[in-house]
């Protein structure tokens, strides 16, 4: 299907546990991004791609990593999972620079 | 700090009324402003957008204003429906850097049959 899907959809995990959050878009979008959702806090960046094997930090980077070896893929690795880092956690790509985003349907990490 | 503000975290609106969901921002340097509508364990949508060099865009029922002086934007419907029920944020894109929006903390809106 073409789009762009996040899986697992929800994921419980222990304090300590590394755990990954997959993003997968079908456009060949250069811009991939991974936020999370927090009441509050609205959307905040975590980290950015704007091209395969380039990422960056946004906002909140700390205890998070990304690596994108393909265009499609972007995934998410908490190396070890705090109570504060449960979210929801939006994936989104985008064609270009001036373009808007298109969101994935979200994950929902809770971390015990 | 936040650069965008959504200072109102809920909003109740009669159908067929107009809503107003406002917005704030801090850093001059952004050039593009964008609505998002989302809806429960859904990703946000894009709605809307407004480049720095309008004050107005519209789109069916769905007006935003931009006001530069004030830094400050509004998203208008008119008229509301219950299907516009949805949590909408506010984003803004800086002119230089990725192409990275900063969002807002978003208002929930609901409209009353």
């Known amino acids: 299907d073409a789009g762009i899907t996040q899986s697992p959809r929800y994921k419980i995990t222990e304090t300590g546990r590394q755990v990954t959050l997959m993003c997968h878009q079908t456009?060949?979008?250069?811009?991939m991004f991974w936020y999370r959702q927090d009441l509050g806090h609205g959307l905040r960046l975590i980290y950015y791609?704007?091209?395969?094997?380039?990422?960056d930090k946004g906002e909140v980077p700390d205890g998070y990593v990304v690596s994108r070896s393909k265009t499609e893929n972007f995934p998410l690795t908490l190396e070890s999972a705090t109570r504060s880092q449960t979210s929801v956690y939006f994936c989104a790509s985008s064609e270009s620079r001036v373009g808007g985003y298109t969101f994935g349907s979200g994950t929902r990490l809770t971390v015990v | 700090d936040q650069q965008v503000k959504q200072n109102s975290p809920s909003l109740s609106v009669q159908e067929g009324r107009i809503s107003i969901l406002n917005c704030d921002y801090t850093n001059s340097m952004f050039d593009y402003f964008l609505w998002y509508k989302k809806y429960p364990a859904e990703g946000p949508t894009f709605l809307i957008s407004?480049?720095?060099?309008?004050d107005k865009n519209e789109d069916g029922r769905f007006t935003v204003f931009l006001n530069k002086s004030a830094k400050h934007l509004s998203l208008h419907i008119v008229p509301s429906q219950p299907g516009d029920s949805a949590v909408y944020f506010c984003?803004?894109?800086?002119?230089?850097?990725?192409?990275?929006?900063?969002f807002g903390t978003g208002t929930r809106l609901t409209v009353i049959p």
């Open positions: 456009w060949s979008h250069s811009y």
């Open positions: 407004i480049s720095s060099i309008k």
């Open positions: 791609s704007a091209a395969a094997d380039i990422t």
């Open positions: 984003a803004a894109r800086a002119q230089t850097g990725a192409n990275n929006l900063f």
